[in-house]
């Protein structure tokens, strides 16, 4: 919003200002020092004076700002000036047409009740700033000599402040001592980024060696550190010393204000950046504004209205001159002269009269429309966030409508663009099967272990459902209401940064839920597995009993534990013991001697083991796709000596040696939980939980984690304390994660490496096929790729575990340009990414592992339902395409019968030529099967790419392109190829006519990239949805952003306009409350265009009869009151609650939502057709008066009184026609507007005889309620006004009904004969669907006796007619088949109505047409029609056309990208496609 | 933009902070759930009307059977009034006020006179209101509605001597505030009227007009004043104001009863109501029944005696003299009968065609959903 920016401009400024005071070398980094040297009272010679301090204010105006601030804001928008404008305008005498005073009034009402709001939220904004700011926190004071209490405000840069548990971080803070002894303070971010996982924050290195407290007053050293900037993922500087040495700082160092202090008892730091400068202020975005289909429609239309104002005005002024050119010279005695007594010349009275019209027919522009629809809007946000079906009992949310101004898009959507993992998925990782050494555990233990919590879960769902209460969170709480205190002790302040209420959310539900159902966390091992792993950890312990060597042991057996071992410390889990959760597991197992050593020489001199190890457990999703392992800052003082050191280190550390480190006295130690298997892992992506909780099964688990060290418990052997030398973190770019350890059994530098099989694969050594381990190597890989493609097969994730064993040499070689890489400060970045790739090579493969990702309840019924209602869903996924296409298939989002176009193409030429041929393919096969000439038409026009709409209008041009069955799966490297600039136009066309498309392997720019080029070259409306970092970009491009409220932080939150617990509350987000919406304020905003086009035309007539003077016979009050209150609550209530038809219907007849996508509600010419209603009902309503009162001695307002109200009964009683549903709430607003004109009338004519001048209607309402023929006229002027309307509604309700009105009719029925004409439904739906009045003739059963069933066109019958639907409605030439088609089912299923209990439509509804078993029975035409064209083997139940270009080959035996069990033949792998 | 991101968020702060109070106090979250009632879910219980040829036929009966009675009704009463109109103006060499009308403007002194004879066909019972008419007469205009001063005419002593500005420019002359001022009251009509009824035999009796009781009680007791509640000398009081341009005389001469006098005079409080069209009437005097025997105006000749002072001629005027009897829905019109029988007509054979609309199509559109 323009005031959100100007809030950041305002900073900007300030800052600016700053910034110029200061001295130009200031102007790139910002020095704080210490503020305990300066004495406050003297803060002139403060070098810190200049920084903000923390006191914020983030109220925009001040008591005296207020007035002129707000209204310049106001008046930033158009219509508010155009008002303002008129009414000014009004103080001209010679133009004026009201009481200047008066004529401000509704302007003035407006504004003001805008600025109420304003000066309302601004207050509040103030009362919370006030309260932030009068937070306690302990800062060091100079007099006292120790820590005192301060308020927040109090806080300067560079004050010392002490934090404890707990404790919100007041400022960004430098972290200079802890009472951790690793040097860590736990921060956690969750107010930030949703993320509830610990993050590490280290203390200043330099301050490492302190022992003794940290004492500010000796503290000298100067702090240089950038400008404040937003990014929160980026903190350089460095601390000079007084000895002028200088240590680097990173974000590692930096405590950023709105964080909590966790699981740290006390910490010190020094205030760097505070209030408005702090990183997290600067990082507080609010919503976008976004503006609707709608609103941009109404758009247009208003300046239509201001065109027709200019027309009439211009005709009453032509027409004015006209009737003063009529009498000449001789002026009659009712013309008056001008003030002056001058006579006025024609044009300047022409010119005067057409200002006076602009006032007069003022309100045909709808001062009131903007305010009402604003109104209007805040109910229908309220409403959604009322409804129990979106409320989620699990995790406690609801939806939530960040953007309180588009819920109409909602009913307006074409595409919807989805992420998978975690949108359409519940980002619950489940281990379900892995492969070790070439060997599959199927684990089928598991499996059935896995589908038994389905079982549960519905169960407890139905429970739930009847219930009403909430069994699991009870549990919850009671188990831990401790930490539940200490939270919300701990959120109670923290407004400033991000949505709390969002952030407090999110914690809990990752807390209760995330990554660790019991789902997840039990794994039951497979048996087989199982004895190997007990096999071979005894084995170990017997060598280790017998001092052998590690490399004795089989390699199967090896790389079995390597397995385990890779699987439990190559994350970056953190552990933490589940009575106190927010505690890491915090025992530290001594090394001896010889380790000790090499582990101090690690600390000190590489500090960046710390930093990227601890960066990857820390740095957060904040920016997943940012490089997370590479992002270090420290640039270590000493390289070189760290080599020399290296050199000459001798590593004694033996075989022996290692294993007497691990004395049997440690498996003898009690543990220090009892409860050791209660670990709780906290992951920061649920599959590496999935995977140590699965090594755990194997008793294999994870005991501590450590900056430094994991400690890993095996069987048999005990507790194992790795070194952790480094962390590779992972990225998007690499895909994989490695860490680099000293295996104390083997004491090697070992590295694990776990990534996608993709990379990996890729990565391993290629065995030298000579001996016989090399050929054993072989098949291992062969057959793990087998296993991973079967994986992909099932729609698991897989995995790839790989290890390397450096030699030491080896290891201080990469060691060395690790470093050099790490203190490089120019291309940090791409140094560090090098020496990844350098260490990942030649790697060995462990094995493979395959996680579920469960499809979330409700998943394909709901893309099923959206589907039918004409929405056309595409996925796009960062996963690889096998498990992507699976996914696919088991959400519905493909067909087994429908095709499938696969693009995977190596180069931009192949993706060219692949289009091409696809595009051949889709015309060649379409043209063929269909005998409809539309759609011969069609395909000729196709080759021309007519893609682009020739109006904005999307549903003219929808219907020239078909969406037949087909589905497209293309891959992120096609799809780069393809949206580029020449072939995005192909591509477009291409997917716009499959069915479903289905994008892999794509990154997040490219998924923001798809969903602008079919936005704006499709001109249609998009939705996104999805739930994490990667997907914001769509999000934020897409009309309508959605977001998953679920586990994988919260950014795609921050980002969306809506945000929803799960996936399938978007159907009825949609179909219900998009559509209400859609139609409720389309219907509200042609209303409020017919009602002031209505009451403007009647005074535009009475110009006739007035010598176009611009007199008006309706009270100037009465005018401009009108809208403002006696019309005014009625449209309100009806554009909040009016229901055209009932969300059962909506849900179960998704068909209905097409209604809002062809914008049927508020097309253009419904704009015109109330213009012209409202120019006929104004006729009447000034013309049977202006007869009944004909030649007689009424007075002027006399006259217009009745008018006036006749004019509200119309408007009222037109409304009443137009509302569908009556609730109580429309009657009393009718009342209550009829009772308030009247009493406002007789207060308002009894109240003064002098005063309101000109208009002097003293007693006027009273004698015209004496009079009968007051009462005749309004009994028949109404009527005969709304007669036509009424007459259409009526003929239109019998003759064409709009699906809307089928709709409403179903709702009539009693509830089970309704049930039973659902389950027909479809039938007439779709033929209603069709050409008009065809749909009555659904029912002569002789149709369907004339014809054959089961043509090829009935594949693609349902999806073909809707889509053709659009924007032809009638016109549509329908095969001749079509109708017959379906009626033959209909003999069939009108048999089978039964009631049915479940609710989904999906249900009730078997799939129109295709499904019906006359289909599964016989094969499918256009399969055959298929083999006929591609001569391609008939092969499994379903099809699927591969085009696949691949020149790659070597070592990927099969794993080119086709979908497993349709494997187009190998020797088709040409360059070419099979076609 | 912080700002708009909290207005969203402190509501649920502050249910969510509770939420967790409460969770750490008695050990039970609230839940967000929203609350289950009607109105929240938007089940309120509705009236769903759904306009169909079947269920908006009644109405379309109802409305063809009840206006066409009411229509007939009003025709007939309509019918009852009635109505006689002389127009003289003067514009036809024939007409006896020709030379009036010729050589007169508003700046003659001379009042010309001229009597306009005529037959009543019927004679008139009860009360016979006499209006004079005026047509092309823009008295709506939107300059002269607004050309007066309500205040002085409600007796305002200070708006006298100070006419508003809204009277310009008729709001002085010579010095002198202008009482009335402003266009209406400079324009007002100042023909007189006489009525002569011509016995058989030949006698002419003038027929006694009631010159009070014509303009709405408010308007006399409440809305128009004269100034000095209290001194009934009506000259003192106007004293230092002048006369209109166009009058004759000035305003505390327009009546010599005391009563019908200055701003309170009937005829120009009538004349002060502007009218709503072009051409209007307005009541000029009533005459009242004076026995149940004879009829206010029997049948026969009449002559009507003009003081032709009111030019119309610049603006193509007429001038007309109406007599009227009245019923208890004003004057004669028959337009309102006449609407009543066309729309009640109307609605009937709309009614009549969607009749055979819902049976030829309504039916089975219903038949087929639910014959399913």
Same mark, same amino acid.
């Given at each position: 919003?323009?005031r959100?920016?100007?809030?950041?401009g305002?900073?900007?400024?300030?800052?600016?200002?700053?910034?110029?005071?200061?001295?130009?070398k200031?102007?790139?980094?910002?020095?704080?020092?210490?503020?305990?040297h300066?004495?406050?009272?003297?803060?002139?010679?403060?070098?810190?004076?200049?920084?903000?301090?923390?006191?914020i204010?983030?109220?925009?105006?001040?008591?005296?700002?207020f007035?002129?601030?707000?209204?310049?804001?106001?008046?930033?928008?158009f219509?508010?000036?155009?008002?303002v404008?008129?009414?000014?305008?009004?103080?001209?005498?010679?133009?004026?047409?009201?009481q200047?005073?008066?004529?401000?009034?509704?302007?003035?009402?407006?504004?003001?009740?805008?600025?109420?709001?304003?000066l309302w939220?601004?207050?509040?904004?103030?009362?919370?700033?006030?309260?932030?700011?009068?937070?306690?926190?302990?800062?060091?004071?100079?007099?006292?000599?120790?820590?005192?209490?301060?308020?927040?405000?109090?806080?300067?840069?560079?004050?010392? &402040?002490?934090?404890?548990?707990?404790?919100?971080?007041?400022?960004?803070?430098?972290?200079?001592?802890?009472?951790?002894?690793?040097?860590?303070?736990?921060?956690?971010?969750?107010?930030?980024?949703?993320?509830?996982?610990?993050?590490?924050?280290?203390?200043?290195?330099?301050?490492?060696?302190l022992?003794?407290?940290?004492?500010?007053?000796?503290?000298?050293?100067?702090?240089e550190?950038?400008?404040?900037?937003?990014?929160?993922?980026?903190?350089?500087?460095?601390?000079?010393?007084?000895?002028?040495?200088?240590? +680097?700082?990173?974000?590692?160092?930096?405590?950023?204000?709105?964080?909590?202090?966790?699981?740290?008892?006390?910490?010190?730091?020094?205030?760097?950046?505070?209030?408005?400068?702090?990183?997290?202020?600067?990082?507080?975005?609010?919503p976008?504004y976004?503006?609707?289909?709608?609103?941009?429609?109404?758009?247009?239309?208003?300046f239509?209205c201001?065109?027709?104002?200019?027309?009439?005005?211009?005709?009453?002024?032509?027409?004015?001159?006209?009737?003063?050119?009529?009498?000449?010279?001789?002026?009659?005695?009712?013309?008056?002269?001008?003030?002056?007594?001058?006579?006025?010349?024609?044009?300047?009275?022409?010119?005067?009269?057409?200002?006076?019209?602009?006032?007069v027919?003022?309100?045909?522009?709808?001062?009131?429309?903007?305010?009402?629809?604003?109104?209007?809007?805040?109910?229908?946000?309220?409403?959604?966030?009322?409804?129990?079906?979106?409320?989620?009992?699990?995790?406690?949310?609801?939806?939530?409508?960040? +953007?309180?101004?588009?819920?109409?898009?909602?009913?307006?959507?074409?595409?919807?663009?989805s992420?998978?993992?975690?949108?359409?998925?519940?980002?619950?990782?489940?281990?379900?099967?892995?492969?070790?050494?070439?060997?599959?555990?199927?684990?089928?233990?598991?499996a059935?272990?896995?589908?038994?919590?389905?079982?549960?879960?519905?169960?407890?769902?139905?429970?739930?459902?009847?219930?009403?209460?909430?069994?699991?969170?009870?549990?919850?709480?009671?188990?831990?209401?401790?930490?539940?205190?200490?939270?919300s002790?701990?959120t109670?302040?923290?407004?400033?940064?991000?949505?709390?209420?969002?952030?407090?959310?999110?914690?809990?539900?990752?807390?209760?839920?995330?990554?660790?159902?019991p789902?997840?966390?039990?794994?039951?091992?497979?048996?087989?597995?199982?004895?190997?792993?007990?096999?071979?950890?005894?084995?170990?312990?017997?060598?280790?009993?017998?001092?052998?060597?590690?490399?004795?042991?089989?390699?199967?057996?090896?790389? &079995?534990?390597?397995?385990?071992?890779?699987?439990?410390?190559?994350?970056?889990?953190?552990?933490t013991?589940?009575?106190?959760?927010?505690?890491?597991?915090?025992?530290?197992?001594?090394?001896?001697?010889?380790?000790?050593?090499?582990?101090?020489?690690?600390?000190?001199?590489?500090?960046?083991?710390?930093?990227?190890?601890?960066?990857?457990?820390?740095?957060?999703?904040?920016?997943?796709?940012?490089?997370?392992?590479?992002?270090?800052?420290?640039?270590?003082p000493?390289?070189?000596?760290?080599?020399?050191?290296?050199?000459?280190?001798?590593?004694?550390?033996?075989?022996?040696?290692?294993?007497?480190?691990?004395?049997?006295?440690?498996?003898?130690?009690?543990?220090?939980?009892?409860?050791?298997?209660?670990?709780?892992?906290?992951?920061?992506?649920?599959?590496?939980?999935?995977?140590?909780?699965?090594?755990?099964?194997?008793k294999?688990?994870?005991?501590?984690?450590?900056?430094?060290?994991?400690?890993?418990?095996?069987?048999?052997?005990?507790?194992?304390?790795?070194?952790l030398?480094?962390?590779?973190?992972?990225?998007?770019?690499?895909?994989?994660?490695?860490?680099?350890?000293?295996?104390?059994?083997?004491?090697?530098?070992?590295?694990?490496?776990?990534?996608?099989?993709?990379?990996?694969?890729?990565?391993?050594?290629?065995?030298?096929?000579?001996?016989t381990?090399?050929?054993?190597?072989? #098949?291992?890989?062969?057959?793990?790729?087998?296993?991973?493609?079967?994986?992909?097969?099932?729609?698991?994730?897989?995995?790839?575990?790989?290890?390397?064993?450096?030699?030491?040499?080896?290891?201080?070689?990469?060691?060395?340009?690790?470093?050099?890489?790490?203190?490089?400060?120019?291309?940090?970045?791409?140094?560090?990414?090098?020496? +990844?790739?350098?260490?990942?090579?030649?790697?060995?493969?462990?094995?493979?592992?395959?996680?579920?990702?469960?499809?979330?309840?409700?998943?394909?019924?709901?893309?099923?339902?959206?589907?039918?209602?004409?929405?056309?869903?595409?996925?796009?996924?960062?996963?690889?395409?096998?498990?992507?296409?699976?996914?696919?298939?088991?959400?519905?989002?493909?067909?087994?019968?429908?095709?499938?176009?696969?693009?995977?193409?190596?180069?931009?030429?192949?993706?060219?030529?692949?289009?091409?041929?696809?595009?051949?393919?889709?015309?060649?096969?379409?043209?063929?099967?269909?005998?409809?000439?539309?759609?011969?038409?069609?395909?000729?026009?196709?080759?021309?790419?007519?893609?682009?709409?020739?109006?904005s209008?999307?549903?003219?041009?929808?219907?020239?392109?078909?969406?037949?069955?087909?589905?497209?799966?293309?891959?992120?490297?096609?799809?780069?190829?393809?949206?580029? #600039?020449?072939?995005?136009?192909?591509?477009?066309?291409?997917?716009?006519?499959?069915?479903?498309?289905?994008?892999?392997?794509?990154?997040?720019?490219?998924?923001?990239?798809?969903?602008k080029?079919?936005?704006?070259?499709?001109?249609?409306?998009?939705?996104?949805i999805?739930?994490?970092?990667?997907?914001?970009?769509?999000?934020?491009?897409?009309?309508?952003?959605?977001?998953?409220?679920?586990?994988?932080?919260?950014?795609?939150?921050?980002?969306?306009?809506?945000?929803?617990?799960?996936?399938?509350?978007?159907?009825?987000?949609?179909?219900?409350?998009?559509?209400?919406?859609?139609?409720?304020?389309?219907?509200?905003?042609?209303?409020?265009?017919?009602?002031?086009?209505?009451?403007?035309?009647?005074?535009?007539?009475?110009?006739?009869?007035?010598?176009?003077?611009?007199?008006?016979?309706?009270d100037?009050?009465?005018?401009?009151?009108?809208?403002?209150?006696?019309?005014?609550?009625?449209?309100?209530?009806?554009?909040?609650?009016?229901?055209?038809?009932?969300?059962?219907?909506?849900?179960?007849?998704?068909?209905?939502?097409?209604?809002?996508?062809?914008?049927?509600?508020?097309?253009?010419?419904?704009?015109?057709?109330?213009?012209?209603d409202?120019?006929?009902q104004?006729l009447?309503?000034?013309?049977?008066?202006?007869?009944?009162?004909?030649?007689?001695?009424?007075?002027?307002?006399?006259?217009?009184?009745?008018?006036?109200t006749?004019?509200?009964?119309?408007?009222?009683?037109?409304?009443?026609?137009?509302?569908?549903?009556?609730?109580?709430?429309?009657?009393?607003?009718?009342?209550?507007?009829?009772?308030?004109?009247?009493?406002?009338?007789?207060f308002?004519?009894?109240?003064?005889?002098?005063?309101y001048?000109?208009?002097?209607?003293?007693?006027?309402?009273?004698?015209?309620?004496?009079?009968?023929?007051?009462?005749?006229l309004?009994?028949?002027?109404?009527?005969?006004?709304?007669?036509?309307?009424?007459?259409?509604?009526?003929?239109?309700?019998?003759?064409?009904?709009?699906?809307?009105?089928?709709?409403?009719?179903?709702?009539k029925?009693?509830?089970?004969?309704?049930?039973?004409?659902?389950?027909?439904?479809r039938?007439?739906?779709?033929?209603?669907?069709?050409?008009?009045?065809?749909?009555?003739?659904?029912?002569?059963?002789?149709?369907?006796?004339?014809?054959?069933?089961?043509s090829?066109?009935?594949?693609?019958?349902?999806?073909?007619?809707?889509?053709?639907?659009?924007?032809?409605?009638?016109q549509?030439v329908?095969?001749?088949?079509?109708?017959?088609?379906?009626?033959?089912?209909?003999?069939?299923?009108?048999?089978?109505?039964?009631?049915?209990?479940?609710?989904?439509?999906?249900?009730?509804?078997?799939?129109?047409?295709?499904?019906?078993?006359?289909?599964?029975?016989?094969?499918?035409?256009v399969?055959?029609?298929?083999?006929?064209?591609?001569?391609?083997?008939?092969?499994?139940?379903?099809?699927?056309?591969?085009?696949?270009?691949?020149?790659?080959?070597?070592?990927?035996?099969?794993?080119?990208?086709?979908?497993?069990?349709?494997?187009?033949?190998?020797?088709?792998?040409?360059?070419?496609?099979?076609? | 933009?912080?700002?708009?991101?909290? #207005?969203?968020?402190?509501?649920?702060?502050?249910?969510?902070?509770?939420?967790?109070?409460?969770?750490?106090?008695?050990?039970?979250?609230?839940?967000?759930?929203?609350?289950?009632?009607?109105?929240?879910?938007?089940?309120?219980?509705?009236?769903?009307?759904?306009?169909?040829?079947?269920?908006v036929?009644?109405?379309?009966?109802?409305?063809?059977l009840?206006?066409?009675?009411?229509?007939?009704?009003?025709?007939?009463?309509s019918?009852?009034?009635?109505?006689?109109?002389?127009?003289?103006?003067?514009?036809?060499?024939?007409?006896?006020?020709?030379?009036?009308?010729?050589?007169?403007?508003?700046?003659?002194?001379?009042?010309?006179?001229?009597?306009?004879?005529?037959?009543?066909?019927?004679?008139?019972?009860?009360?016979?209101f006499?209006?004079?008419?005026?047509?092309?007469?823009?008295?709506?205009?939107?300059?002269?509605?607004?050309?007066?001063?309500?205040?002085?005419?409600?007796?305002?002593?200070?708006?006298?001597?100070?006419?508003?500005?809204?009277c310009?420019p008729?709001?002085?002359?010579?010095?002198?505030?202008?009482?009335?001022?402003?266009?209406?009251?400079?324009?007002?009509?100042?023909?007189?009227?006489?009525?002569?009824?011509?016995?058989?035999?030949?006698?002419?009796?003038?027929?006694?007009?009631? +010159?009070?009781? &014509?303009?709405?009680?408010?308007?006399?007791?409440?809305?128009?004043?004269?100034?000095?509640?209290?001194?009934?000398?009506?000259?003192?009081?106007?004293?230092?104001?002048?006369?209109?341009?166009?009058?004759?005389?000035?305003?505390?001469?327009?009546?010599?009863?005391?009563d019908?006098?200055?701003?309170?005079?009937?005829?120009f409080?009538v004349?002060?109501?502007?009218?709503?069209?072009?051409?209007?009437?307005?009541?000029?005097?009533?005459?009242?029944?004076?026995?149940?025997?004879h009829?206010?105006?029997?049948?026969?000749?009449?002559?009507?005696?003009?003081?032709?002072?009111?030019?119309?001629?610049?603006?193509?005027?007429?001038?007309?003299?109406?007599?009227?009897?009245?019923?208890?829905?004003?004057?004669?019109?028959?337009?309102?009968?006449?609407?009543?029988?066309?729309?009640?007509?109307?609605?009937?054979?709309?009614?009549?065609?969607?009749?055979?609309?819902?049976?030829?199509?309504?039916?089975?559109?219903?038949?087929?959903?639910?014959?399913?």
């Amino acid at each position: 919003m323009a005031r959100d920016g100007e809030d950041t401009g305002m900073a900007k400024a300030s800052k600016a200002k700053r910034q110029r005071k200061k001295k130009p070398k200031e102007n790139k980094t910002r020095t704080v020092h210490a503020n305990i040297h300066y004495d406050n009272a003297k803060g002139e010679e403060n070098p810190n004076r200049h920084y903000a301090s923390n006191k914020i204010k983030t109220t925009k105006y001040t008591v005296l700002s207020f007035l002129p601030k707000n209204l310049f804001e106001q008046f930033h928008r158009f219509a508010n000036v155009y008002f303002v404008f008129i009414a000014l305008l009004n103080f001209v005498p010679v133009v004026n047409a009201f009481q200047p005073e008066l004529a401000l009034a509704p302007v003035v009402f407006i504004l003001s009740v805008t600025a109420i709001k304003d000066l309302w939220e601004d207050y509040r904004r103030h009362r919370s700033d006030k309260e932030i700011n009068h937070m306690d926190c302990l800062v060091y004071s100079r007099e006292a000599k120790r820590y005192v209490e301060k308020y927040w405000k109090e806080l300067r840069v560079g004050d010392f &402040i002490r934090l404890r548990c707990n404790e919100i971080l007041p400022a960004d803070i430098l972290l200079l001592t802890s009472s951790d002894p690793d040097h860590l303070c736990h921060i956690e971010t969750a107010t930030l980024d949703g993320e509830t996982n610990l993050k590490q924050r280290q203390i200043v290195r330099s301050f490492f060696d302190l022992d003794c407290d940290f004492d500010p007053l000796k503290f000298s050293s100067i702090i240089e550190c950038e400008k404040p900037n937003n990014d929160l993922n980026r903190f350089r500087g460095y601390i000079i010393h007084r000895n002028g040495r200088r240590d +680097a700082l990173h974000k590692e160092n930096l405590l950023l204000r709105g964080c909590t202090v966790r699981n740290t008892e006390e910490a010190v730091g020094i205030v760097i950046y505070a209030g408005h400068e702090t990183k997290a202020m600067l990082n507080n975005n609010g919503p976008r504004y976004k503006r609707s289909k709608l609103e941009r429609q109404m758009n247009v239309d208003v300046f239509w209205c201001a065109f027709i104002l200019l027309v009439l005005c211009l005709f009453v002024a032509v027409g004015h001159g006209l009737w003063m050119f009529q009498y000449g010279d001789k002026r009659p005695v009712f013309d008056v002269l001008s003030p002056e007594g001058t006579d006025l010349s024609l044009v300047m009275s022409v010119i005067y009269l057409f200002l006076t019209m602009i006032i007069v027919f003022q309100v045909l522009i709808p001062i009131s429309l903007f305010v009402s629809i604003e109104i209007v809007k805040i109910c229908q946000v309220y409403f959604i966030h009322q409804d129990m079906d979106l409320y989620d009992e699990e995790t406690d949310s609801q939806l939530q409508c960040r +953007a309180l101004n588009i819920t109409e898009d909602l009913g307006q959507m074409q595409y919807i663009f989805s992420d998978k993992t975690g949108t359409l998925t519940e980002n619950k990782m489940v281990f379900r099967r892995c492969t070790v050494a070439g060997v599959e555990y199927s684990h089928d233990a598991n499996a059935r272990r896995i589908a038994m919590y389905q079982e549960i879960d519905s169960e407890e769902e139905e429970f739930m459902s009847h219930g009403g209460t909430l069994p699991r969170r009870d549990s919850v709480t009671s188990h831990q209401s401790g930490r539940v205190v200490l939270r919300s002790h701990s959120t109670k302040s923290h407004r400033r940064t991000g949505s709390r209420a969002e952030a407090k959310r999110a914690s809990i539900l990752s807390k209760h839920t995330a990554f660790s159902s019991p789902m997840e966390k039990d794994v039951t091992p497979d048996p087989q597995l199982l004895d190997r792993v007990n096999e071979c950890s005894s084995q170990l312990d017997f060598m280790r009993f017998h001092h052998q060597s590690m490399s004795h042991l089989p390699s199967g057996l090896s790389d &079995i534990i390597d397995f385990f071992i890779a699987l439990t410390i190559c994350n970056t889990v953190v552990v933490t013991s589940p009575n106190q959760p927010r505690h890491k597991v915090r025992t530290r197992f001594e090394l001896k001697s010889p380790v000790k050593t090499f582990e101090d020489f690690i600390k000190r001199f590489t500090p960046s083991r710390l930093t990227s190890g601890s960066n990857s457990s820390s740095s957060s999703s904040l920016n997943r796709s940012s490089n997370r392992g590479c992002s270090s800052l420290l640039s270590s003082p000493s390289t070189e000596s760290t080599l020399t050191k290296l050199n000459e280190e001798h590593l004694s550390g033996t075989l022996e040696q290692a294993f007497s480190a691990f004395s049997p006295q440690y498996d003898e130690k009690p543990p220090d939980h009892p409860e050791e298997g209660e670990l709780r892992y906290e992951a920061e992506s649920p599959d590496e939980a999935a995977l140590v909780y699965a090594a755990r099964a194997y008793k294999c688990s994870l005991v501590g984690r450590l900056p430094d060290q994991v400690t890993v418990e095996l069987p048999h052997l005990g507790k194992l304390t790795f070194e952790l030398l480094h962390t590779l973190g992972f990225d998007s770019t690499r895909k994989r994660m490695s860490v680099v350890v000293r295996h104390p059994l083997t004491d090697q530098i070992t590295v694990y490496t776990k990534g996608a099989d993709s990379v990996i694969m890729n990565l391993i050594k290629p065995p030298d096929t000579g001996n016989t381990k090399g050929k054993r190597q072989k #098949k291992i890989f062969c057959r793990t790729q087998n296993y991973l493609n079967l994986y992909a097969a099932d729609g698991l994730r897989t995995l790839c575990i790989a290890k390397k064993t450096l030699s030491k040499e080896e290891y201080a070689r990469w060691l060395q340009r690790h470093l050099e890489a790490e203190t490089t400060i120019q291309g940090r970045e791409e140094l560090l990414f090098e020496s +990844a790739l350098r260490l990942e090579t030649n790697l060995h493969l462990l094995g493979a592992t395959g996680v579920e990702d469960r499809l979330q309840d409700g998943v394909p019924e709901t893309i099923a339902t959206l589907r039918k209602a004409g929405l056309q869903i595409w996925v796009l996924t960062g996963d690889k395409q096998e498990t992507a296409v699976n996914i696919a298939y088991a959400c519905k989002l493909l067909d087994p019968d429908e095709e499938i176009i696969t693009l995977n193409a190596d180069s931009q030429e192949d993706c060219g030529v692949l289009l091409e041929e696809s595009l051949r393919y889709i015309q060649s096969k379409f043209l063929c099967n269909s005998r409809d000439p539309s759609t011969k038409t069609f395909l000729s026009n196709i080759a021309h790419f007519e893609i682009y709409p020739q109006s904005s209008l999307s549903s003219s041009q929808t219907a020239h392109f078909m969406v037949h069955r087909l589905g497209l799966v293309i891959d992120g490297r096609t799809l780069a190829y393809a949206l580029d #600039k020449s072939l995005e136009d192909k591509f477009l066309a291409i997917a716009r006519s499959c069915r479903s498309v289905l994008c892999c392997r794509s990154t997040p720019l490219q998924k923001s990239m798809v969903v602008k080029l079919v936005r704006n070259k499709l001109k249609v409306m998009t939705l996104a949805i999805g739930d994490g970092a990667n997907d914001v970009s769509m999000i934020q491009v897409a009309d309508v952003g959605v977001g998953i409220s679920g586990q994988e932080g919260m950014q795609a939150v921050m980002a969306s306009d809506f945000a929803l617990p799960r996936f399938r509350y978007l159907q009825k987000l949609l179909l219900v409350h998009g559509h209400w919406c859609y139609s409720r304020l389309a219907n509200m905003i042609l209303y409020y265009f017919y009602k002031n086009a209505m009451l403007v035309t009647i005074v535009f007539w009475y110009q006739f009869y007035c010598g176009f003077s611009g007199s008006a016979m309706i009270d100037q009050w009465y005018l401009i009151f009108f809208n403002l209150m006696f019309s005014a609550f009625p449209q309100l209530i009806t554009g909040t609650l009016d229901k055209d038809v009932s969300q059962e219907t909506l849900q179960q007849l998704p068909q209905l939502y097409m209604s809002g996508q062809n914008s049927e509600e508020y097309k253009p010419y419904m704009f015109w057709m109330n213009m012209v209603d409202a120019f006929y009902q104004s006729l009447v309503c000034f013309f049977i008066p202006y007869f009944a009162y004909a030649d007689s001695d009424v007075d002027l307002f006399t006259w217009g009184t009745p008018i006036t109200t006749i004019a509200l009964f119309t408007i009222l009683m037109h409304l009443g026609i137009e509302t569908k549903t009556w609730t109580w709430m429309n009657w009393l607003s009718i009342a209550f507007s009829v009772a308030l004109f009247f009493t406002a009338a007789l207060f308002y004519n009894a109240s003064c005889p002098t005063c309101y001048s000109p208009s002097n209607s003293y007693w006027t309402i009273q004698r015209l309620l004496q009079d009968p023929l007051f009462y005749l006229l309004c009994a028949i002027t109404p009527m005969l006004a709304l007669l036509p309307r009424y007459f259409y509604r009526a003929c239109q309700g019998t003759l064409f009904p709009s699906v809307a009105q089928a709709g409403r009719q179903l709702d009539k029925l009693p509830s089970d004969t309704r049930r039973n004409v659902l389950g027909l439904s479809r039938f007439k739906m779709r033929s209603l669907l069709g050409a008009g009045p065809n749909f009555l003739s659904l029912s002569k059963p002789k149709v369907s006796q004339t014809t054959t069933p089961g043509s090829s066109q009935d594949k693609q019958s349902p999806m073909k007619q809707t889509r053709k639907e659009k924007g032809q409605k009638i016109q549509l030439v329908l095969p001749h088949s079509h109708a017959p088609s379906h009626a033959t089912h209909s003999p069939r299923l009108s048999g089978k109505p039964k009631p049915h209990s479940t609710k989904h439509s999906d249900e009730t509804l078997p799939p129109p047409g295709p499904s019906s078993p006359s289909q599964t029975a016989s094969p499918p035409l256009v399969k055959q029609m298929v083999s006929i064209h591609l001569n391609l083997p008939p092969d499994g139940a379903s099809q699927c056309v591969t085009y696949t270009q691949s020149s790659e080959g070597g070592l990927r035996c099969g794993r080119v990208a086709e979908p497993a069990h349709r494997t187009v033949p190998a020797a088709e792998r040409a360059p070419h496609t099979s076609l | 933009m912080m700002a708009s991101s909290y #207005k969203d968020e402190d509501g649920h702060i502050t249910v969510s902070g509770s939420g967790a109070a409460a969770g750490a106090g008695g050990g039970s979250l609230r839940s967000k759930k929203p609350e289950n009632t009607a109105f929240k879910q938007q089940r309120l219980p509705a009236w769903q009307p759904i306009l169909t040829a079947g269920t908006v036929l009644p109405a379309f009966f109802i409305i063809g059977l009840m206006f066409i009675p009411i229509g007939i009704g009003l025709y007939v009463t309509s019918n009852n009034i009635k109505e006689f109109e002389v127009d003289y103006t003067g514009v036809e060499m024939s007409s006896p006020c020709f030379t009036c009308s010729q050589n007169f403007s508003w700046n003659s002194t001379k009042p010309c006179t001229c009597s306009v004879p005529f037959h009543l066909d019927q004679p008139y019972e009860s009360n016979v209101f006499m209006y004079y008419g005026l047509s092309n007469f823009y008295q709506n205009h939107r300059r002269y509605v607004k050309s007066r001063d309500d205040s002085q005419l409600n007796g305002n002593e200070e708006s006298l001597r100070k006419p508003s500005k809204e009277c310009e420019p008729y709001a002085k002359h010579n010095n002198k505030p202008i009482a009335p001022c402003g266009a209406i009251a400079n324009s007002m009509f100042n023909d007189s009227l006489e009525l002569i009824y011509i016995d058989p035999n030949g006698t002419k009796v003038q027929i006694p007009l009631t +010159a009070t009781g &014509i303009a709405w009680w408010t308007d006399k007791h409440v809305k128009f004043r004269n100034p000095g509640a209290e001194n009934t000398n009506l000259t003192v009081v106007f004293q230092g104001t002048t006369r209109p341009v166009n009058w004759r005389r000035p305003v505390f001469q327009l009546d010599s009863d005391p009563d019908n006098n200055g701003f309170i005079n009937e005829d120009f409080i009538v004349w002060m109501r502007t009218a709503a069209l072009p051409t209007f009437r307005k009541l000029y005097r009533i005459i009242q029944r004076r026995s149940n025997v004879h009829p206010t105006l029997p049948r026969g000749n009449y002559s009507l005696e003009v003081v032709y002072n009111y030019p119309v001629r610049s603006f193509e005027g007429r001038k007309r003299m109406i007599l009227s009897t009245i019923s208890w829905m004003g004057g004669k019109n028959p337009f309102l009968g006449i609407a009543y029988v066309s729309v009640g007509s109307v609605c009937f054979l709309l009614g009549v065609l969607l009749l055979i609309i819902h049976h030829k199509y309504g039916n089975r559109n219903n038949a087929a959903e639910i014959s399913h």
